[in-house]
């Protein structure tokens, strides 16, 4: 939809969405299904007194969809300071480092069990040429970064050096290729130069380059934003050159770790809410459901920013309850946009073989005073740690369709997981959150259902609570509890079966503000805390603190 266009040099566009409630057909429709959609009716002023308990029942035996560990994908885009700085100080540096990856960086990656990382971009992809990347690199051409601030890029992190990064940290290649400004050519010489085995003159020049073996590339992105950034182009314009790359772009390294050997083709998707982007949707999936054998695609990306106001107004510290009510209630229309595109594609796809990617998400504000334009550099509160569960927790209930998604970006840049200045490194309420979530990786889904209530913050009324449940390969069951409420604690009695419960551990992340964030010099002011429940006759019960995160056990 955009909501706004904002023509400053390096101008982006943004979308946002709307709601639903529907719990995949996995939980029970009504007032008890799901905390979200079955708030108690609004009240018009801020509550006072102590809230009610809020019962939760979870069974452990029914079984739902996996939560792919990729829904807690990343995204590193050349842009300002999120790969140069963040990730890549080059070999020389006095930060320490591995083949140039900063290792500080590389040690918190590898803890959260990074699933994928998109790169190289985002816009920067559409005007990327993978051969300025690679060879000595003395001999790099130095090109422009027009999206980003029109910065040099030096290209000194290219192809073997993301490649190295991802093995770094543990993590699948998800690349995008260039539709907007390169051709089927280039791209499918890329795909040839980093995963044939054979002895192609492209794979002579990945040997000479340093790497015998051929790549896994596990994730393609056929495109990025191919409706702006990537092209300007309408859908049936992209659905053509989708239909041609599909066709071309080929891995040719069987040793894939998706399942078949198969490298998962994404297309562009929609960028938010209204009739532009259901009409993509309908274009991209209806010819997906008429396509004859020769072209095929996995997934089908989507965009969705918590943005409010383009150009992004809200700032990233140093607000109030008020904006922090707003930017939930914004946040919590993921689950509508989801729901929407979730229900065309139904029509098209109902064996649900294309995964919807939601591989941009994320807090998008105003960038920090001081910090270049286009750098999109902002802070990361504790605000950002409750968004980040509540949009893990609605990825996790459309798990049936909803199989990777990324968030907007890694390290430096808008919503991040790190934040670097020269050899320091600062951990964000963000990251906590990933690392508190890491259980859920590949889990199965299991229904919870309870009755939110509300907080009110003004005019805005959100769920008190939000809830999410899954069970992991040893049995363990991870219960993920969020308290929206920034002033009440709120009391949790869960009962669960299907699991002889005894013990419920693990941790808590709160702060004293709302918009408590972690600096290099307090870098702990927002870091998760233990939390332990009490445990009787099945029965979990304990006091979310306000504003948190609480991820537990639950441990027969
Ligand atoms: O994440 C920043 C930018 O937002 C990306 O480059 C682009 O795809 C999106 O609009």
């Known amino acids: 939809m955009p909501i706004g266009r904002h023509r400053f040099p390096y101008a982006r566009s943004v979308r946002r969405a709307s709601t639903w409630g529907l719990l995949l057909g996995l939980a029970l429709p009504g007032p008890t299904a799901h905390g979200q959609s079955t708030a108690a009716a609004p009240s018009p002023a801020r509550q006072t007194g102590p809230a009610a308990p809020v019962a939760l029942t979870v069974d452990a035996s029914a079984k739902g969809p996996t939560i792919s560990r990729h829904l807690f994908g990343q995204f590193a885009e050349h842009l300002g300071r999120g790969v140069y700085e963040g990730v890549w100080v080059g070999p020389d540096s006095l930060i320490p480092n591995t ?49 980003w601030g029109g910065v040099i890029e030096p290209n000194t992190f290219g192809t073997r050096e993301f490649m190295d990064f991802a093995d770094q940290i543990g993590a699948d290649a998800y690349l995008s290729v260039n539709v907007g400004s390169g051709t089927p050519h280039e791209a499918a010489d890329w795909l040839e130069y980093l995963t044939t085995a054979q002895p192609t003159a492209l794979a002579r ?26 092209g300007n182009m309408s859908p049936e314009y992209y659905l053509s050159q989708l ?56 997934g089908l990306s989507m965009h969705q920013y918590t ?37 065309i ?11 919807l990617v939601v591989d941009e998400w994320g807090a998008w504000y105003a960038k920090l005073p001081d910090t270049p334009e286009g750098f999109l550099e902002q802070q990361n509160s504790l605000r950002d740690g409750i968004l980040a569960a509540l949009n893990i927790n609605i990825f996790a209930r459309h798990a049936d369709r909803v199989r990777m998604a990324n968030i907007a970006q890694m390290v430096n840049v808008l919503q991040a997981m790190i934040l ?44 008190r609570v939000d809830a999410i449940a899954a069970r992991d390969a040893s049995g363990t069951v991870w219960l993920a509890l969020t308290n929206l409420d920034p002033t009440k604690p709120a009391e949790i009695a869960a009962t669960v079966s299907g699991v002889a419960a005894r013990t419920a551990a693990g941790e808590t992340l709160t702060a004293p503000a709302v918009d408590s964030v972690n600096t290099f010099e307090a870098p702990a002011t927002v870091a998760p805390r233990p939390a332990t429940a009490v445990v009787q006759g099945g ?13 537990l056990a639950v441990r027969p």
């Open 99 to 147: 083949r140039g990856m900063r290792n500080d960086v590389v040690a918190a990656l590898k803890a959260l069990k990074v699933p994928n990382v998109r790169w190289p971009g985002g816009c920067f992809a559409d005007e990327y040429h993978w051969r300025n990347g690679i060879g000595p690199v003395a001999e790099r051409r130095a090109t422009l970064n027009p999206n």
């Open 205 to 230: 020049e990945r040997e000479a380059n340093g790497h015998q073996a051929p790549y896994r590339i596990p994730f393609l992105g056929i495109g990025n934003e191919s409706w702006d950034c990537g």
């Open 243 to 298: 239909r041609i790359y599909s066709r071309f772009v080929r891995n040719f390294n069987p040793a894939q770790q998706q399942g078949s050997g198969q490298m998962l083709k994404i297309a562009v998707g929609p960028g938010g809410d209204g009739p532009r982007w259901t009409e993509w949707t309908e274009t991209i999936m209806k010819a997906y459901k008429a396509r004859q054998w020769s072209w095929d695609m996995q």
């Open 307 to 343: 943005v409010v106001r383009w150009p992004p107004a809200y700032k990233s510290v140093g607000f109030g309850e008020t904006e922090y009510a707003q930017i939930l209630k914004s946040t919590l229309e993921m689950d509508g946009l989801i729901a929407k595109h979730a229900a």
């Open 345 to 355: 594609m139904d029509k098209y796809d109902p064996e649900k073989k294309v995964a």
């Open 420 to 463: 670097t200045q020269k050899d320091k490194m600062v951990l964000t309420p963000t990251y906590h959150v990933f690392k508190m979530y890491v259980p859920f990786q590949d889990a199965t889904f299991v229904p919870v259902t309870f009755a939110a209530g509300t907080y009110t913050a003004g005019a805005i009324t959100l769920p």
């Open 539 to 551: 029965r979990v019960s304990i006091t979310l603190a306000p504003k948190s995160v609480t991820v």
